[in-house]
T-cell receptor, first 118, second 109 residues
Framework: GAVVSQHPSWVICKSGTSVKIECRSL??????MFWYRQFPKQSLMLMAT?????????EQGVEKDKFLINHASLTLSTLTVTSAHPEDSSFYIC??????????????FGDGTRLSIL | GQNIDQPTEMTATEGAIVQINCTYQ??????LFWYQQHAGEAPTFLSY??LDGLEEKGRFSSFLSRSKGYSYLLLKELQMKDSASYLC??????????WGAGTKLIIKP
């Protein structure tokens, strides 16, 4: 089945640091990848939609200069949290849509990255 | 606006049956999905409904009524490992997934 690899799985760093999270589709091509954030006991919140070769589409309230997204190839998207602060601590999850457009499972999820800013 | 409602939390007994409901109001409809999410993990796909009726997959079944904007996930022969959050998501006319807040299911022995 389709596999999405997300790395790193856990990051602890100091306030002011920039953190890059990678999301790779291992056995399929993904023209579209999605970045979610999930705070404890809350649902998934879509941050942005990443399209290969073009600019990401950010959801309302998400700062595009703080959460930099790059989708340079059909198998890799990266999210960089710039100058991270404690309030950015959260569980970040990426998902990818298979280019073949399979209808009954629209998104394949990575395992998530737990980000803790001290 | 777009809205998906599901109960915040439910409790059931091991071996029993539980039904988790989901109602939705979205701009267009292109399928409804149920995902399971264990604490600290990413969601995993459970089921997909695009036509009215019941889809059965082992111990899990999902039902859809498009006219009522309603779905439910039915879990039979509950096991302790079924303790998780269950997320209902609807794909709208723009093929975007709209997520519910999730239902935390607690299984007691």
């Amino acid at each position: 089945g389709a596999v999405v690899s997300q790395h790193p799985s856990w990051v602890i760093c100091k306030s002011g640091t920039s953190v890059k999270i990678e999301c790779r589709s291992l056995d399929f091509q993904a023209t579209t990848m999605f970045w979610y954030r999930q705070f404890p006991k809350q649902s998934l919140m879509l941050m942005a939609t990443s399209n290969e070769g073009s600019k990401a589409t950010y959801e309302q309230g998400v700062e595009k200069d703080k959460f930099l997204i790059n989708h340079a190839s059909l198998t890799l998207s990266t999210l960089t949290v710039t100058s991270a602060h404690p309030e950015d601590s959260s569980f970040y999850i990426c998902s990818a849509r298979d280019i073949s457009g399979s209808g009954n499972q629209p998104q394949h999820f990575g395992d998530g990255t737990r980000l803790s800013i001290l | 606006g777009q809205n998906i409602d599901q109960p915040t939390e439910m409790t059931a007994t091991e071996g029993a049956i539980v039904q988790i409901n989901c109602t939705y109001q979205t701009s267009g409809f292109n399928g409804l999905f149920w995902y399971q999410q264990h604490a600290g993990e990413a969601p995993t796909f459970l089921s997909y409904n695009v036509l009215d009726g019941l889809e059965e997959k082992g111990r899990f079944s999902s039902f859809l009524s498009r006219s009522k904007g309603y779905s439910y996930l039915l879990l039979k022969e509950l096991q302790m490992k079924d303790s998780a959050s269950y997320l209902c998501a609807v794909r709208d006319s723009n093929y975007q997934l709209i997520w519910g807040a999730g239902t935390k299911l607690i299984i007691k022995p």
